[in-house]
């Protein structure tokens, strides 16, 4: 897993947090306004709402923090940083829970823009004031991985594991950045020692998709078709096992009947048109991604983004070079930092 796609579920989550939970005494209806318009994309009227919270006489660190998260969200990361530099010289020296996650958008703007170091700086200055923050010893720790910082980077890990035992998500975003970065073998030795110390008190999801990253299909899948009712990922990894183990029609048949009971899942249909893909069958994949895509109200940004990269590749497989070349277009316009797509677009260019 990419470490960007982390920073994003994690910031996210702060959003959500720190929106709902900032308790100042005075009023601030125009940042209100303005938070209300990112969260609908309408980052004209963010701006706007914005302008008129400072011409009001808002809280100033509320309201350049809104333009940061404008700014971030229009990949003007430089410009973020300014705002958000902005709304932390209106603190009053007296730490809050805004100049925490400020932090946390400020490390994620540098890391993007390469500026590694100040990124840490940034998780530092989070840390000598709240020594028990997980998320930011694993995110610090994730940038030591890819700086080949190995050793500073498990210390981080362990910091982070041991102020929330139990968290088999942090585990496999921690094998995830490990065996991205070339430390697999790093990676699975978390796994395994989860494994052998907490398996007890771990459901049957959690060992299924443990023992899938360890490459143990075979108990991955005995877990997991006894978790398959648990939720969509546990579908989601029982019918990645099948495909493994090489059985793609069994694979299929677990992904339609989660549909057919009723399901609604753009993760689900993704998964089911990769696997359509291997199975040569582009029609039908394609008709996967759409299906995937016309789900309403789809809040992970994220998936949304992968199906509409995975319709354009269904359209070239299926020759439909012409409509790729549009969708492509399109989907530049929405993601004009994804590498992979400028390359590819570049190969439907020379067709």
Do not use: H, W
């Not at 009712?229 to 546990?234: P, T």
């Not at 789900?295 to 994220?302: L, M």
């Not at 549009?326 to 260019?349: C, H, I, S, T, W």
């Amino acid at each position: 897993m990419k470490l960007i796609k982390l920073l994003s579920i994690i910031l996210l989550t702060i959003l959500v947090i720190t929106a709902s939970a900032c308790s100042f005494v005075e009023r601030n209806e125009f940042v209100d306004i303005g938070m209300e318009a990112l969260e609908a994309k309408d980052y004209e009227a963010a701006f706007r709402a914005f302008q008129n919270a400072e011409e009001a006489g808002e809280n100033m660190r509320l309201i350049y923090r809104g333009i940061g998260l404008a700014r971030m969200s229009l990949y003007q990361y430089e410009d973020a940083l300014i705002a958000f530099e902005k709304a932390l010289s209106f603190s009053n020296g007296i730490p809050a829970q805004i100049d925490y996650d400020i932090n946390y958008y400020m490390a994620a703007a540098f890391y993007i823009t390469g500026q590694t170091a100040r990124a840490i700086e940034s998780y530092d200055a989070i840390l000598t004031l709240r020594e028990k923050d997980g998320d930011a010893y694993f995110l610090r720790g994730a940038i030591k991985v890819e700086q080949g910082r190995i050793i500073e980077a498990r210390e981080d890990f362990d910091r982070a594991i041991s102020l929330n035992t139990g968290n088999s998500d942090r585990l496999i975003d921690i094998y995830q950045i490990l065996a991205g970065s070339g430390y697999q073998m790093v990676g699975e030795e978390y796994l395994r020692e989860a494994m052998e110390q907490n398996a007890g008190d771990m459901n049957n999801f959690e060992k299924g998709r443990i023992s899938f990253y360890l490459s143990d299909y075979e108990n991955a899948r005995a877990y997991l078709e006894k978790a398959r009712d648990f939720n969509y990922e546990a579908v989601l990894f029982l019918g990645r096992t099948y495909e493994v183990l090489g059985d793609f029609n069994y694979a299929v048949s677990v992904y339609n009947d989660y549909i057919d009971r009723g399901n609604e899942s753009p993760q689900i249909y993704n998964q089911l048109g990769m696997c359509r893909m291997n199975m040569n069958e582009y029609q039908a994949a394609l008709n996967a991604f759409l299906t995937g895509m016309a789900i309403e109200d789809i809040e992970d940004n994220a998936i949304l983004q992968t199906l509409r990269f995975n319709e354009i590749v269904a359209n070239q497989f299926l020759g439909d070079f012409g409509r790729a070349a549009v969708l492509m277009d399109g989907y530049l316009r929405l993601y004009p930092d994804d590498k992979v797509a400028q390359r590819e677009n570049y190969f439907l260019r020379t067709r």
